[in-house]
């Protein structure tokens, strides 16, 4: 089993900053490959950032360049810090780890952010 839990959302204005913490637990081969995914209000859900593997990290389009994943392997914790915030960023932020051995995915409950301007 695993357990993903997201916190750090809230309300941001426009053009400010926010991280989102997720703190895994359970059997989870390599905190690298725990990343982010969002849905916005009425979207499909959409990948943020990505696993990091070889050092590399896989941004959203929509995201590059303003916001960074990183992971503190001494916690289980992966940070997503988020710059430069928009209003299309308005959604809920879910922390995501899959189990490519069974085939299951894995989701946190996810953190709301709310840009406003």
Known sequence: QVQ??????GSVQLGGSLRLSCLAAGNILSLNTVDWYRQAPGKERELVAGPTLADKT????????????????????????????????????????????????YWGKGTLVTVSS
């Open 4 to 9: 993903l839990v997201e916190s750090g959302g």
């Open 58 to 105: 896989d941004y959203g389009d929509a995201v590059k360049g303003r916001f960074t994943i990183s992971r503190d392997h001494r916690k289980n914790a992966v940070f997503l810090q988020m710059n430069s915030l928009k209003n299309e960023d308005t959604a809920v932020y879910y922390c995501h780890y899959r189990d490519y051995a069974r085939g299951i995915n």
